[in-house]
T-cell receptor, first 115, second 110 residues
Framework: QKEVEQNSGPLSVPEGAIASLNCTYS??????FFWYRQYSGKSPELIMS????GDKEDGRFTAQLNKASQYVSLLIRDSQPSDSATYLC???????????????FGQGTTLQVKP | DAGVTQSPTHLIKTRGQQVTLRCSPK?????VSWYQQALGQGPQFIFQ???????QRGNFPDRFSGHQFPNYSSELNVNALLLGDSALYLC?????????FGPGTRLTVL
């Protein structure tokens, strides 16, 4: 079983719709979770971090965390063609009770927003 | 305030050669991590440096080595290059909670 799993997609949504990206992780003690956006040929850009169960909103982005189900999601409201990119879910590894800064990434989900 | 910087942007090497990639962390960051990203995959952790020491290492062979300097900048060295080492090499700096990536170095091994 992979440590962090994402559906590779592509996920195609029309402009203005809500895009929903999902991620599951295997290590129950993980404490911090991240979403990175990566445009083709570029490096990953941190767009959301979440540490507690529930929702965290930032502009058009909402991250959701459910530690009991080991599930993280990213919602993008009012999707724009400029949101077309690969979205990477990352989980911080833990030793003892401390984050280590070693991130485990999923393979990424490609999002296509069609005008 | 400059973010994470990396050099060079692109490199082409042949099998068996050695390569050195360089990274300067964002101002105020003292921890540097290196990742390898193959085409179509998520980044994979190579190692992490803090206070000039390797603190953690991923599942990479000893051909991959690194160094951190007193000014927190870092180098990644890869010896005896293989075709499979062709990838985007990413440097990240930040805290143990949030990390920010540089633009990467695209390495092509022929």
């Amino acid at each position: 079983q992979k440590e962090v799993e994402q559906n590779s997609g592509p996920l195609s949504v029309p402009e203005g719709a809500i895009a929903s990206l999902n991620c599951t992780y295997s290590d129950r003690v993980s404490q911090s979770f991240f979403w990175y956006r990566q445009y083709s040929g570029k490096s990953p850009e941190l767009i959301m971090s979440i540490y507690s169960n529930g929702d965290k909103e930032d502009g058009r982005f909402t991250a959701q965390l459910n530690k009991a189900s080991q599930y993280v999601s990213l919602l993008i409201r009012d999707s724009q063609p400029s949101d077309s990119a690969t979205y990477l879910c990352a989980v911080n590894t833990v030793i003892g009770s401390s984050n280590t800064g070693k991130l485990i990434f999923g393979q990424g989900t490609t999002l296509q927003v069609k005008p | 305030d400059a973010g994470v910087t990396q050099s060079p942007t692109h490199l082409i090497k042949t099998r068996g050669q050695q390569v050195t990639l360089r990274c300067s962390p964002k101002s105020g960051h003292d921890t540097v991590s290196w990742y390898q990203q193959a085409l179509g995959q998520g980044p994979q952790f190579i190692f992490q440096y803090y206070e000039e020491e390797e603190r953690q290492r991923g599942n990479f062979p000893d051909r991959f080595s690194g160094h951190q300097f007193p000014n927190y900048s870092s180098e990644l060295n890869v010896n005896a290059l293989l075709l499979g080492d062709s990838a985007l090499y990413l440097c990240a700096s930040g805290s143990y909670n949030e990390q920010f990536f540089g633009p990467g170095t695209r390495l092509t091994v022929l």
